[in-house]
């Protein structure tokens, strides 16, 4: 176990993982209000939630969306989202 | 701009006569492994061979034999004295060296991709009637390779996801160029400037954009340099990522980010509606390593499902270029065992992220061990952990999701910001529960400025990129095709994917590729990388799309990739079986044609 008054302690945070958003630990760990891109896939064609504004339709269930970050528990919790997918950050295959 | 006359002797050979000029401008060139700066690799037939080995303006090099009017030899010589040797007596002729055999049409020569190489009865060549779609970073629409022969663009349309947004934006961001508006452009002095548009400017890690070089593999005329790529008679679709349309929080911030994830796929939406019904293929040679690698991710959810929604749709993805950077690791836990994945960081600082991806069936715990050995406590699956600053600001931060919505499996994921100390970290994975196998992969995640790794020995086995694991895409591999055995790139990516599916497909050339160097109008400049091997199978497939258009026949994607992958060539690979890095094998153009009969 870390010692008292340790550099590195390690700290368990209230807040589990999301079950439904995936993305990189560091998109996990900020906890900036910012605006997010992501992918969303849902259960039901055609049903865009109120916290997201979709931006490209990729079929029926999947779209790209932003949201603020501050919403997305509303996608956690919603019934009718199947997964929701931060953007990773692409490199050239050079 | 202004053309000027060039009083330099007009019997020498352009080549030459260019260096001549360009050395009386003032230009100096660089140092090579085999000139001094100032100097140039000539050929010279010589008819003394004596007084040519005592000229002090001659740095010999071999003999290359005797022919009936003289002797071939090769020799460094300064570009001041050009002329003069030139006109001496002894000097028959003399050439500045080409290397031929770094061109593009190396990759065409070796897939079969020229006219002469095609088989009998082909319909149609050069991928007439086909769109090749890039997506990538600064499209020179200047440059002549992409341009008509009177002048005309040969893009159909390019989205400048960073430009300024307009009501008409596609997905709401950035700016749409229209081939009119880029003609516009082009009839001024400046085109850059009059779009709004240009490719980044060189830099000294930079010779030339990333995305113009891509794009003449597939489908420059050679209309500027002189040599085609694979499909020069396709039309063009052009994507520039944004760097971030939005905020991105995290360790992006770097040169080579190109873009995420969803504004890739909101690119190749993009040029999927753009093309409409006519064959389009599009080349992504981008990646990343984090992921679950197993096709599940929803941004491969989305390519397949795009790639699907219409006949004559395709993607080509790069493999990536980690073979040999030790950022994958494998094993297994087992019940109430323990395994360790030892992480090293770059001697320089920088943020590190791993991913362990492992089945849904089992439970770990996640011991964090600090250098030294000291333990700082296990995360268990279903939890997050962080160690904090004084400050506040996070160090380290391990999140431990179970069962992912898209695979049901099991991730860790840790962040180590770049102020933690080194030299390592060990990730310690205590088997709880193994209901499954007690399989588990992990990657570390790019960073080019601090690049950590595994521990050594490495298995360099899974180092596909994270979005070339999905279904339906045709993902490519790197070999040399200067060398008459082909071998593989070093650095070329392995498979196979998570769940065992045989990727990358095939192998394409893409080691030393010169290729459109942006923002000189005609030149090229090399590189080297499964991104420039991606785009000569994505020339490939509009060549294919554009015959079977001819012949009036739709292909859809799982034809398309059987076509591709049953033409390859072997030996090598051998040819019993699929390569993790070969793939199927090597592409070949005339194979594919000869697939559609």
């Known amino acids: 176990l870390p010692e008292p008054n340790d550099p590195f302690e390690l700290r368990h945070v209230p807040s589990g993982p999301w079950r439904k958003i995936s993305g990189s630990a560091s998109q996990a760990s900020a906890g900036h209000d910012d605006t997010l891109a992501v992918i969303v896939k849902v259960r039901q064609p055609g049903y865009v939630p109120r916290a997201a504004r979709r931006r490209a339709a990729i079929s029926d269930t999947l779209f790209t969306a932003e949201l603020e970050r501050r919403l997305l528990p509303e996608l956690e919790r919603d019934p009718l989202v199947v997964s929701v997918e931060l953007g990773r950050p692409l490199h050239g295959a050079e | ?597």
């Open chain 2, 1 to 597: 701009m202004e053309l000027q006359e060039a009083n330099v002797y007009v019997e020498m050979e352009p080549r030459l006569q260019a260096a001549v000029a360009r050395h009386r401008s003032g230009h100096r060139t660089m140092a090579t492994a085999a000139t001094s700066p100032d100097e140039i690799g000539v050929i010279a037939l010589v008819a003394d061979l004596d007084a040519w080995r005592s000229r002090s303006d001659v740095r010999e090099g071999v003999t290359l034999g005797e022919t009936d009017r003289g002797t071939l030899v090769t020799a460094r010589v300064p570009i001041g004295r050009i002329d003069a040797i030139r006109q001496a007596t002894e000097v028959r002729s003399m050439k500045a060296a080409q290397q031929l055999s770094r061109m593009l049409q190396d990759t065409v020569r070796e897939i079969g991709a020229g006219p002469g190489a095609l088989p009998v009865g082909v319909h149609s060549t050069g991928g007439a009637g086909a769109i090749v779609g890039v997506i990538d970073s600064g499209a020179d629409f200047a440059h002549r390779n992409f341009r008509h022969l009177v002048g005309t663009t040969r893009l159909l349309a390019l989205w400048d996801q960073s430009g300024p947004t307009t009501a008409t934006s596609p997905a709401g961001y950035g700016r749409r160029f229209s081939s009119d508006e880029i003609d516009a452009a082009l009839r001024t002095g400046d085109p850059y400037t009059a779009l709004g548009y240009a490719p980044a400017a060189d830099t000294a890690n930079e010779q030339g954009a990333h995305g113009t070089h891509v794009m003449d593999i597939a489908t420059g005329n050679g209309g500027g340099s002189g040599v085609p790529g694979v499909a020069p008679d396709a039309d063009i679709l052009f994507v520039e990522p944004a760097l971030s349309d939005i905020a991105w929080q995290g360790p992006g911030a770097v040169e080579s980010v190109f873009g995420d994830s969803v504004q890739m796929l909101e690119a190749l939406h993009f040029i999927f509606n753009e093309a409409g019904e006519r064959p389009c293929v599009v080349n992504i040679s981008l990646g990343t390593n984090g992921g679950p690698h197993d096709g599940s991710s929803l941004v491969e959810q989305g390519i397949d499902t795009l790639v699907r929604q219409r006949p004559n749709r395709a993607v080509v993805i790069a493999a990536s270029n980690s073979f040999a950077d030790g950022i994958h690791a494998a094993g297994v836990v087992s019940q109430g065992g323990s395994a360790d994945l030892v992480w090293e960081l770059a001697q320089v600082p920088g943020e590190s992220e791993l991913e362990v991806w492992y089945s849904g069936m089992d439970r770990f715990a996640a011991e964090i061990v600090a250098p030294g050995g000291r333990s700082l406590g296990a995360v268990e699956l279903g939890s997050n952990a962080e160690v904090t600053s004084d400050d506040g600001r996070t160090l380290l931060f391990v999140s431990h999701r179970a069962s992912d919505p898209n695979n049901g499996d099991n991730v860790l994921g840790v962040f180590l910001d770049a102020g933690v100390p080194g030299p390592e970290w060990t990730i310690r994975l205590h088997g709880t529960t193994v209901g499954g196998d007690g399989a588990f992969h992990a990657w570390i995640e790019r960073n080019d400025g601090a690049q950590s790794s595994f521990r050594p020995p490495h298995d360099n086995s899974h180092t596909v990129g994270s979005i070339a694991c999905g279904q339906m895409s045709v993902v490519v591999g790197s070999y040399d095709a200067h060398k008459a055995a082909t071998p593989l790139s070093w650095f070329s990516s392995a498979g196979p994917t998570r769940d065992g599916r045989e990727k990358p497909e095939l192998s394409a050339p893409g080691q030393d590729v010169l290729a459109a160097h942006s923002r000189t109008g005609t030149g090229v400049t090399r590189k080297s990388g499964t991104s420039m091997a991606a785009p000569a199978v994505t020339g490939l497939v509009a060549v294919l799309l554009g015959e079977a258009a001819a012949r009036g026949q739709d292909l859809d994607a799982d034809r398309i990739r059987a076509i591709v992958l049953a033409s390859a060539r072997t030996d090598p690979p051998p040819a019993e079986a699929w390569d993790p890095r070969y793939g199927s094998g090597r592409v070949s153009v005339p194979g594919a044609l000869k697939q559609l009969a």
